[in-house]
């Protein structure tokens, strides 16, 4: 199996403070509680399921690989070894660009949550097409400006930009248990309630589950920048463990405290956490509260961009340094020793994607933020899924050529091979699921315009895959 062709170096920065903070801020996304929370109680057991059976394998399979190869590239790296540079290609392909959709919703999510900032005078922005369009470019070009320049800086906002994680995250905690104590909940919790119905939209119930999934990917991040961390085998795993604790902790509770403190149905999605705080804020005098924690919000979104933009600029320089993709992805910055020329195209292709769903409509209904935001939320995760089949087959197919007994510091998920292919198996099948559940179209939405915006851009991404693939292999 070749190898990338020649040596390239690069500084390291991050420790496991460092590493924590990043998965906390890249993957852990308050928003999904807020979409969650729109079907009811049976998002705590979707939650749990979620979590079980999508997590665990993922936690599994990131720390033991990252334990044993922290390559430059991450999942990427692992289905090249595990499988050639043929299905490495289509795996990172997929892994850099479903981040081109998910930059410009994590960022419209922010849009949404800034304006709380200001009360209710300007929340009629959060529809505004040039509101959302400038709000989304600046902050996209701020976080590759600041990713050239490397991650010394840029790992000073992920840190600072975790608060927009860990304070919205405690107040709307602490809102719901006020809430429960003073006013009783809002919405009604009982065994039962909490069974997702079969008789009421089942399917709509059902289909969010992709996005729980989808809310406890990322963990991978640090591995994709491996060269860049102190002690990678020891370091990335715990990074991994650690915040994979946390965002179990804020999804679940986060999910209950919404729906304690708001009856349901009563918020929106975009800027569900600020209201449920706000609402509770209010009720006691203390009405900025949702102000601030919208603030927050906007933070952690642009942190969170930030990390991601890092993170899967790696994917394209990985494939252009191993000749995958055009070389010129390959080249690092002469002064900080960054990906900028990866970091430039993709900045560029998620700026062209923002337009095309903000502005481009299949059906003669105009497409609204919302239906641009559900298209490219469920465009991440079906591009994003694919990637994950490759994680738990390498999972698998890298243990077997590995020596009988772990190296020193090295990783091993346990239960030998038994709990492995019980890992990896119910990885497998938790993927399969999300990426089938995509295609439900979300209620409200227009579901031509929905289904043919998700068939034409995901069939117009392989294609041009294909094409680059070709090209750079000639």
Not at 146 to 153: A, F, H
């Amino acid at each position: 199996m070749s190898e990338p062709s020649r040596p390239v170096e690069f500084i390291k920065t991050l420790g496991l403070r460092d590493v924590v903070l990043m998965n906390v801020v890249a993957v852990v996304g308050l928003r999904w509680i807020a979409r969650g929370a729109r079907v009811g109680p049976p998002s705590v057991t979707l939650w749990l399921l979620a979590g079980l059976a999508f997590f665990v394998p993922l936690a599994a399979a990131v720390s033991e690989l990252a334990s044993r190869h922290p390559d430059q590239g991450g999942i990427y790296a692992w289905t090249r070894r595990a499988f050639g540079p043929g299905h490495g290609y289509v795996c990172g392909w997929c892994l850099w660009v479903n981040n081109l959709f998910y930059f410009p919703s994590l960022l419209l999510f922010g849009a949404a949550n800034a304006l709380a900032i200001f009360g209710t005078r300007y929340a009629a922005l959060a529809e505004s097409r040039t509101y959302s369009v400038v709000y989304v470019l600046v902050g996209l070009w701020l976080c590759i400006g600041i990713n050239v320049v490397g991650l010394r800086v840029g790992k000073w906002l992920q840190n600072v930009g975790s608060l927009g994680t860990w304070v919205p995250a405690a107040l709307l905690i602490g809102a719901g248990a006020f809430a429960f104590a003073r006013f009783g909940s809002a919405t009604p919790f009982t065994p039962a309630s909490m069974v997702p119905p079969v008789d009421v939209d089942f399917l709509g119930t059902l289909s969010l589950w992709s996005a729980m999934c989808f809310a406890f990917s990322g963990f991978e991040i640090t591995s994709f920048v491996g060269q860049e961390v102190k002690n990678p085998t020891r370091t990335i795993p715990a990074g991994v463990l650690i915040a994979g604790l946390a965002t179990a902790v804020i999804y679940i509770l986060g999910s209950a405290s919404v729906l304690v403190a708001v009856p349901q149905g009563s918020f929106s999605e975009l800027s569900g956490i600020a209201d449920a705080v706000d609402l509770v804020g209010g009720r006691v005098g203390l009405g900025a509260l949702g102000g601030l924690t919208g603030g927050l919000l906007a933070l952690g979104a642009l942190a969170g961009t930030a990390s991601w933009v890092a993170g899967a600029a790696r994917v394209p320089f990985a494939a252009g340094v191993d000749r995958a993709m055009p070389a010129v992805l390959g080249r690092l910055h002469p002064r900080y020793k960054t990906p900028y020329v990866a970091l430039i195209v993709q900045g560029l292709a998620a700026t062209a994607i923002l337009l095309a769903s903000v502005f481009l409509s299949f059906t003669s209904r105009q497409t609204s933020i919302q239906d641009a935001y559900d298209i490219m939320v469920n465009l991440t995760i079906l591009i994003y899924f694919v990637p994950y089949l490759y994680l738990f087959v390498a999972f698998v197919r890298l243990r077997s050529e590995a020596p009988a007994r772990p190296a020193p510091g090295e990783i091993r998920a346990p239960g030998g091979r038994p709990g492995l292919w019980l890992l990896a198996g119910t990885g497998v099948l938790a993927t399969a699921v999300s990426i089938a559940l995509t295609f439900i179209p979300p209620p409200g939405a227009s579901v031509v315009n929905y289904e043919l915006s998700l068939l034409l851009q995901a069939a117009a991404i392989l294609a041009i895959g294909r094409i680059f693939y070709r090209r750079a292999t000639e």
